[in-house]
């Protein structure tokens, strides 16, 4: 149980074009989804919490009009990294709270996406 | 601003050794806190704790939080090369979790 997906798991893209992620509860509904981005050799950093059917939170320093978050349904956000630059190339990772078990603080992690930008 | 700081940042053992990982936090409006383990790819989920002094055990790993003085250590007995991940402490306050840097474990045949 309590398997979370994203799709895809690496992607390469050209300067100045857009890449969406998706991230999907398989087994569980999530009310609350998390995007984080690690760097080689680096921690986890969050980058916004989303919640289904409001506007995500995003934490200090991350441009919300670069990383578009939806969160449509209780299964399903999506990341969307627009005119991707360089920089931008990291690993995504996604993260989901079972809503059944809205007690506990334990997150559910994707499998990652590996965003190189040429 | 909130800190957790794990140590050591690496280390290298031989199978059938024990290793101790700690973790130091300061978290506003702490919650609980949780241990996964990376390998090459998502962290998988290991322990949460909430409470001070009860240790948790799966096989050979367990853990124990201390409330008090705001540490937690994950232990690892008889090590096996599987056992080679990085492994992350996360406090959590309210429902964001913040990870540490993370101690990477590599075990030799």
């Known amino acids: 149980g309590a398997v979370v997906s994203q799709h895809p798991s690496r992607v390469i893209c050209k300067s100045g074009t857009s890449v969406k992620i998706e991230c999907r509860s398989l087994?569980?509904?999530?009310?609350?989804m998390f995007w984080y981005r690690q760097f080689p050799k680096q921690s986890l950093m969050l980058m916004a919490t989303s919640n289904e059917g409001s506007k995500a939170t995003y934490e200090q320093g991350v441009e919300k009009d670069k990383f578009l978050i939806n969160h449509a349904s209780l299964t399903l956000s999506t990341l969307t990294v627009t005119s991707a630059h360089p920089e931008d190339s990291s690993f995504y990772i996604c993260?989901?709270?079972?809503?059944?078990?809205?007690?506990?603080?334990?997150?559910?992690f994707g499998p990652g996406t590996r965003l190189t930008v040429l | 601003e909130d800190k957790v700081v794990q140590s050591p940042l690496s280390l290298v053992v031989h199978e059938g050794d024990t290793v101790t990982l700690n973790c130091s936090y300061e978290v506003t409006n702490f919650r609980s806190l949780l241990w996964y383990k990376q390998e090459k790819k998502a962290p998988t989920f290991l322990f949460m704790l909430t409470s001070s002094g009860i240790e948790k055990k799966s096989g050979r790993l367990s853990s124990i939080l201390d409330k008090k003085e705001l540490f937690s250590i994950l232990n690892i007995t008889a090590t096996q090369t599987g056992d080679s991940a990085i492994y992350l402490c996360?406090?959590?306050?309210?429902?964001?979790?913040?990870f540490g840097a993370g101690t990477t474990v590599t075990v030799r045949a």
């Open positions: 993260s989901a709270r079972d809503l059944q078990r809205l007690r506990t603080d334990t997150q559910y």
């Open positions: 087994d569980f509904q999530a009310t609350t």
């Open positions: 996360a406090p959590s306050n309210d429902y964001k979790l913040s």
